[in-house]
């Protein structure tokens, strides 16, 4: 079936480092790929999508680039901030144009890594 | 992108009673979802609800503990019913953008059940 598999956290560093988030997928077919944040206390929010192999996403100083011969979709930023704390949720999801690949429509989640970013 | 109106944003209730969590959207949408994030747990997918249509239930939810209503192409309903402490979450609703466009979540619905 169709599943997402993210890092364990808590990912703890310190304003400024290097953050990677590693996500997996494994899908029948050709999914699009995207990253959720959730701010503590609110919902989530898209941080970016790619809809297709070699596409980069980017927001925010964020990017990720989808893998197809990795099924990867792994979070990077060159320097994190404090406001940068939050779960991070890794997801698929084939759109209804898909058909035929049984999950159409819906979003798969990974776990979620909780980053955590010290002054 | 679709800007969705969820309420409440939270609630206490009483084991044994119910809740029903609306969802508005400004824009009219073919399909909507419901989601449950369990306290520091991934979200799962509750159901589909289209317009006209029964909702379509993932594994492990039925609809006599999830009933949804959808009686327009921008509003839903998902109501939790007989309600346990274990059902205490979050609840998120959300619509599929186009192709481009991704997915749009509400705010969330933090429900504690007591």
């Known amino acids: 079936g169709n599943s997402v598999t993210q890092m364990e956290g808590p990912v703890t560093l310190s304003e400024e480092a290097f953050l990677t988030i590693n996500c997996t997928y494994t899908?029948?077919?050709?999914?699009?790929l995207f990253w959720y944040v959730q701010y503590p206390g609110e919902g989530l929010q898209l941080l970016l999508k790619?809809?297709?192999?070699?596409d980069k996403g980017s927001n925010k100083g964020f990017e990720a680039t989808y893998r197809k011969e990795t099924t990867s979709f792994h979070l990077e930023k060159g320097s994190v901030q404090v406001s940068d704390s939050a779960v991070y949720f890794c997801?698929?999801?084939?759109?209804?144009?898909?058909?035929?690949?049984?999950?159409?429509?819906?979003?798969?989640f990974g776990q979620g890594t909780t980053l955590q970013v010290k002054p | 992108s679709a800007v969705i109106s969820q309420k409440p944003s939270r609630d206490i209730c009483q084991r044994g009673t119910s809740l029903t969590i609306q969802c508005q959207v400004d824009?009219?949408?073919?399909?909507m979802f419901w989601y449950r994030q369990q306290p520091g747990q991934s979200l799962t997918l509750i159901a589909t609800?289209?317009?006209?249509?029964?909702?379509?239930?993932e594994s492990g939810f039925v609809i006599d503990k999830f009933p949804i209503s959808r009686p327009n192409l921008t509003f839903s309903t998902l109501t939790v019913s007989n309600m346990s402490p274990e059902d205490s979450s979050i609840y998120l609703c959300?619509?599929?953008?186009?192709?481009?466009?991704?997915?749009?979540f509400g705010s969330g619905t933090r429900l504690t059940v007591v």
């Open positions: 824009s009219q949408v073919t399909m």
């Open positions: 790619a809809t297709k192999a070699d």
């Open positions: 959300s619509v599929e953008g186009r192709r481009t466009d991704g997915y749009t």
């Open positions: 609800a289209n317009q006209g249509s029964e909702a379509t239930y």
């Open positions: 997801a698929l999801s084939f759109f209804q144009l898909q058909e035929g690949s049984g999950n159409t429509g819906k979003l798969i």
């Open positions: 899908a029948t077919g050709y999914p699009s």
